[in-house]
């Protein structure tokens, strides 16, 4: 393919075909319905058009364009299966590959950011990258002092492109709807603007991934490769093997999606009270299943740690206390809580008992000591919150979500859809009970420390 398209009419034009291709494409399905073909066979063959176009124009503009679409396929477990289906090989592959930045182009960056005599650091280096992603694609390498490594070369333009991108997809939003049923889109493209910066930033990224690399460095069941090099726009880290998360939703036995469900449940709820930071790009993607080094089980490979919410005390007290408190049914002090916290408006009035019925679906998992995460669960909840003629859907349009949740809240949602893609059953339960501040009371947390 040629470069990263960078100019802002050749990205514009190609990011509006989406919605037009749509368009078009339902006149042809008309058409074949005239012509005599069933409803259920065009609209099928439609959703299929939609995902190939999908992945196509977002995996080829790379940028923003491919990080909406990562975000998005997080989320296809919730969606009816007869809409989930056609996007779900599209966007699983999304998240693993796509089209590459020519050699002539990443050995010009590459000399560029780490001088001259770039090649003088490795003792080899693979010009086919191993990965794709938003700003970046991976090269495998052998380091000078013998490591195995990835390298990660930022994309020309990749900043430009992201913005670009994002501000056209907002533009958009209300066209992309059909594309995922039932998902408001435009607040997830806001909020991934937001996070740019940061994401473009090697050097924070790099933090992040070596703090994180310390604190799991003797943990069995998590592995972050820790950072060899750093440099403008290029970032070279420990390589990880392992069976992408994504080849085990496809195609992994019951054990290895258990396990892989624990070890995603672990790694969410641990990482921010161990590091005060939260992996916040949770696709399939970004995780690796792998040996853990005994012979007997499995660790979870952890990369790209471009996005982080910073939390110094771990997650906020305030969601333990509500979730504890749910399941002890205390609505009125469910409200208050939230109340206070600034998720109901002082101007909003809502019925305490009303407000509980609200949450007791969605916090189910935490209910029991394990709990199987399937795709119709998810679709049960989005389906009860998405209907406009329901209670629920009423009561959650009144809510609200304090700016210091939304990627959290973002984060867990997307990591119980991936938990409902891997069909897993999992002891939540337990993560939270050792994880998360303010599930347990004081008298239990002294009572666990002591056993």
Same mark, same amino acid.
């Given at each position: 393919?040629?470069?990263?398209?960078?100019?802002?009419?050749?990205?514009?034009?190609?990011?509006?075909?989406?919605?037009?291709?749509?368009?078009?494409?339902?006149?042809?399905?008309l058409g074949k319905r005239?012509?005599?073909?069933?409803?259920?066979?065009?609209?099928?063959?439609?959703?299929?058009?939609?995902?190939?176009?999908?992945? *196509? +124009?977002?995996? %080829? $503009?790379?940028? &923003?364009?491919?990080?909406?679409? @990562?975000?998005?396929?997080?989320? !296809?477990? #919730?969606?009816?299966?007869?809409?989930?289906?056609?996007?779900?090989?599209?966007?699983?592959?999304?998240?693993?590959?796509?089209?590459?930045?020519?050699?002539?182009?990443?050995?010009?960056?590459?000399?560029?950011?780490?001088?001259?005599?770039?090649?003088?650091?490795?003792?080899?280096?693979?010009?086919?990258?191993?990965?794709?992603?938003?700003?970046?694609q991976v090269h495998r390498?052998?380091?000078?002092?013998?490591?195995?490594?990835a390298v990660k070369v930022?994309?020309?333009?990749?900043?430009?492109?992201?913005?670009?991108?994002?501000?056209?997809?907002?533009?958009?939003?209300?066209?992309?709807?059909?594309?995922?049923?039932?998902?408001?889109?435009?607040?997830?493209?806001?909020?991934?603007?937001? *996070? +740019?910066?940061? %994401? $473009?930033?090697? &050097?924070?990224?790099?933090?992040? @991934?070596?703090?994180?690399?310390? !604190?799991? #460095?003797?943990?069995?069941?998590?592995?972050?490769?820790?950072?060899?090099?750093?440099?403008?726009?290029?970032?070279?880290?420990?390589?990880?093997?392992?069976?992408?998360?994504?080849?085990?939703?496809?195609?992994?036995?019951?054990?290895?999606?258990?396990?892989?469900?624990?070890?995603?449940?672990?790694?969410?709820?641990?990482?921010?009270?161990?590091?005060?930071?939260?992996?916040?790009?949770?696709?399939?993607?970004?995780?690796?299943?792998?040996?853990?080094?005994?012979?007997?089980?499995?660790?979870?490979?952890?990369?790209?740690?471009?996005?982080?919410?910073?939390?110094?005390?771990?997650?906020?007290?305030?969601?333990?206390?509500?979730?504890?408190?749910?399941?002890?049914?205390?609505?009125?002090?469910?409200?208050?809580?939230?109340?206070?916290? &600034?998720?109901?408006?002082?101007?909003?009035?809502?019925?305490?008992?009303?407000?509980?019925?609200?949450?007791?679906?969605?916090?189910?998992?935490?209910?029991?000591?394990?709990?199987?995460?399937?795709?119709?669960?998810?679709?049960?909840?989005?389906?009860?919150?998405?209907?406009?003629?329901?209670?629920?859907?009423?009561?959650?349009?009144?809510?609200?979500?304090?700016?210091?949740?939304?990627?959290?809240?973002?984060?867990?949602?997307?990591?119980?859809?991936?938990?409902?893609?891997?069909?897993?059953?999992?002891?939540?339960?337990?993560?939270?009970?050792?994880?998360?501040?303010?599930?347990?009371?004081?008298?239990?947390?002294?009572?666990?420390?002591?056993?």
């Open positions: 393919m040629s470069d990263l398209p960078r100019k802002a009419v050749t990205r514009t034009a190609k990011l509006a075909a989406l919605p037009l291709g749509l368009a078009g494409r339902a006149t042809w399905g005239i012509g005599g073909k069933s409803a259920e066979i065009v609209a099928r063959e439609l959703q299929q058009r939609t995902a190939e176009q999908l992945f *196509r +124009v977002l995996g %080829e $503009l790379k940028g &923003g364009a491919m990080k909406f679409g @990562q975000a998005l396929s997080v989320f !296809e477990s #919730a969606l009816p299966e007869e809409i989930a289906g056609p996007y779900r090989a599209a966007l699983t592959k999304l998240q693993e590959a796509a089209p590459p930045m020519p050699t002539r182009t990443v050995h010009a960056a590459l000399e560029e950011r780490l001088g001259e005599d770039w090649r003088d650091l490795f003792l080899s280096f693979e010009d086919k990258p191993a990965a794709a992603a938003s700003i970046g390498a052998v380091w000078h002092d013998g490591r195995d490594v930022q994309y020309p333009g990749a900043g430009e492109a992201l913005l670009s991108d994002l501000s056209q997809l907002s533009r958009f939003a209300k066209l992309l709807g059909p594309l995922i049923p039932g998902m408001d889109i435009k607040p997830l493209i806001s909020e991934l603007r937001d *996070r +740019v910066s940061e %994401e $473009l930033d090697y &050097g924070l990224e790099a933090q992040a @991934q070596r703090e994180h690399a310390a !604190e799991f #460095a003797d943990d069995p069941a998590v592995l972050v490769p820790d950072v060899v090099h750093q440099g403008d726009q290029v970032l070279v880290t420990e390589w990880i093997d392992g069976v992408p998360l994504a080849d085990v939703i496809s195609g992994g036995t019951a054990e290895e999606r258990n396990r892989a469900g624990q070890l995603l449940a672990h790694f969410l709820f641990s990482g921010p009270a161990r590091t005060g930071l939260l992996h916040a790009d949770p696709h399939p993607g970004n995780f690796r299943l792998l040996p853990d080094g005994r012979g007997d089980g499995w660790r979870l490979g952890v990369m790209d740690f471009g996005t982080v919410d910073r939390l110094p005390g771990g997650l906020p007290d305030t969601i333990g206390e509500c979730l504890r408190m749910t399941l002890e049914g205390d609505a009125e002090a469910v409200y208050k809580l939230l109340c206070e916290e &600034g998720f109901v408006k002082e101007s909003i009035d809502l019925d305490p008992d009303a407000v509980l019925e609200y949450l007791v679906p969605i916090i189910e998992p935490a209910e029991v000591e394990e709990f199987t995460f399937t795709r119709g669960w998810i679709r049960a909840q989005a389906a009860r919150i998405a209907d406009v003629r329901s209670p629920a859907h009423q009561l959650g349009k009144q809510l609200n979500l304090p700016p210091s949740y939304l990627l959290i809240h973002r984060v867990t949602l997307s990591t119980i859809g991936v938990l409902c893609q891997l069909n897993a059953t999992v002891r939540l339960r337990a993560e939270l009970e050792e994880w998360l501040p303010g599930f347990l009371v004081e008298e239990e947390v002294a009572e666990a420390e002591g056993a």
